[in-house]
């Protein structure tokens, strides 16, 4: 009984942190995506700053999609899955999602980690290399990208535990072993 109360909360962690990547995910990709500013010079000249302006931008635009759209194939697979009892394709299922679980989570996290980058230098600039900072013309731009950037960074939090948590799914499948494995090895881990 308390086995079953265990893995139903597992299935539920795991489906929550499913449904909070996806919508964060598809957050940041929505506010990164449509930030745009466009600034006139000496009344004339007219400068759009899109998100396309910057690159470590448009990875993270097609990460956190598709971080969005994964997490949301597998909210749906774990909604199947749920009521039925474990066959032999679990464990090639359980390490299926465990590599793109940990696939994703280094995706958006490299994401992440350019675009913070990219805001960082858009925010102070780089004198030593004469760039100046954007973010006092384009405040807009920039507050609008802050606010995608920090959905990203929710939605990296939110990849990282998933992929603890598929981590666990796949080592439990190894470990219920009821013939005192344990035992035989001493009383220690098994692994």
Known sequence: MAVAVAERKVKLAELSLRAILCVLSALAAALVATDAQTKTFFSSYQKKATFRDMKAMVFLVFATAAAAAYSLLQAARCCVTAAR????RSRALAWCVFSCDQALAYVVLAALAAALQASVIAKRGQPELQWME???????????AGGGIASAVGAALAAA????VSAFNVFRLYGGDKSGGAARNGGGATW
């Open 161 to 164: 535990l998933l992929a603890f």
């Open 134 to 144: 954007i973010c006092g013309m384009y405040g807009a731009f920039c507050r609008q």
């Open 85 to 88: 009892p474990p066959t032999a």
